[in-house]
């Protein structure tokens, strides 16, 4: 019922004065304005979309309306968006380290550089596991990792957050291997390790932190330089108790339509990111009780800050051997 009022609720239901306030902006939509999930319902880019649709309804008085289009690890959705009429009215949500490795994995013609960014939140990568499976540490999980090899990892996918870190613990540690269980997004793989359908899941903490204070799933690690304090858990420690060497980058989530949208359109969102949403209480509530960082970027600063991530997730997959091209011809240096 909650997802229904998220995606359907326009200003004038919410009795909001919605021409008032689109009236002060370059831009106002006609018509109700889509904004493409590439992944299943109850993911981190599901639900922080829906949280950005409802500001966005607010701001501008015209339904925002999310569609989840999964499939092929994020670009189905991501490729509809792209090749949408560039009038405003079609946007994408997602993670930007996935944009920006599309190329590199070889599953879609496109880069950072081709879309026009605007960020709400950062997210940290996590590993936890069935409170069944016998692992109660890290320690314990990498040992299984490095000595059996076949324990199942549940993730979103070829490119998905979760993926990353497991490829990362890969490569910090020696004789690392697992079995991969690829799901249509993240909530999908939450809930199939809720399930016991495989003992370990690595994804986001925005994606477990319910099932972490229902006890359904124990954090084993946050993939960050610190620990993090999960509200309603407690504290969650830091892989580098274990793996001092494994990368910590942000991982920046948002909007963005391709280039070639109307200057007006652009100009509006800017405004809407520069008022509404640095003062956003709703999207800082979100961040607050799933443990992300509240980053209203947009622009070159939200461009620079996520290539430190593109960077080092494109050369992991390059090392690890599943990249498609090197990333140095699509113009992704080393870090």
């Given at each position: 019922m909650k997802r229904r009022h998220l995606l359907g609720a326009s200003a004038a239901t919410l009795g909001l004065p919605a021409l008032v306030?689109?009236?002060?902006?370059?831009?106002?939509?006609?018509r109700p304005v889509t904004l493409i999930v590439p992944w299943a319902a109850g993911g981190?880019?599901?639900?922080?979309?829906?949280?950005?649709a409802t500001e966005l309804e607010e701001a501008l008085g015209q339904r925002f309306v999310v569609v989840n289009q999964p499939g092929a690890s994020g670009s189905i959705g991501t490729r509809n968006?792209?090749?949408?009429?560039?009038?405003?009215?079609?946007w994408a949500a997602g993670a930007a380290v996935d944009l920006g490795c599309y190329r590199v994995?070889?599953?879609?013609?496109?880069?950072?550089?081709?879309?026009?960014?605007?960020f709400t939140v950062a997210n940290v990568n996590t590993v936890s596991?069935?409170?069944?499976?016998?692992?109660?540490?890290?320690?314990a999980f990498l040992q299984a990792l490095q000595n059996r090899r076949d324990v199942a990892v549940a993730t979103a996918g070829v490119s998905s957050a979760g993926r990353n870190m497991m490829e990362s613990i890969r490569a910090a540690a020696p004789g690392v291997n697992y079995r991969h269980a690829t799901y249509d997004g993240g909530n999908p793989a939450v809930l199939a390790a809720v399930?016991?359908?495989?003992?370990?899941?690595?994804q986001l903490l925005v994606e477990m932190a319910e099932m972490i204070r229902g006890k359904r799933l124990v954090p084993l690690a946050v993939q960050s330089d610190r620990p993090i304090t999960l509200q309603g858990y407690g504290e969650i420690p830091s892989i580098?108790?274990?793996?001092?060497?494994?990368?910590?980058p942000l991982n920046y989530f948002g909007l963005w339509a391709p280039k070639g949208t109307p200057e007006p359109v652009l100009q509006t969102m800017t405004m809407v990111w520069d008022g509404r949403f640095k003062e956003s209480r709703r999207v800082q509530d979100y961040a607050e009780a799933r443990a992300a960082v509240f980053t209203p970027l947009h622009g070159q600063a939200a461009r620079d800050a996520a290539m430190v991530m593109v960077r080092q997730t494109a050369w992991l997959y390059f090392d690890g051997g599943s990249a498609r091209v090197s990333p140095d011809t699509v113009g992704i240096p080393r870090l």
């Open positions: 306030r689109a009236q002060s902006y370059p831009w106002r939509p006609e981190s880019t599901d639900q922080m979309a829906r949280v950005a968006a792209l090749q949408a009429a560039k009038d405003g009215y079609t994995t070889g599953l879609l013609d496109t880069g950072l550089d081709d879309w026009n960014l605007f596991v069935n409170p069944a499976s016998g692992f109660r540490d890290f320690g399930a016991n359908e495989v003992p370990a899941v690595a580098h108790r274990w793996l001092p060497n494994v990368p910590a």
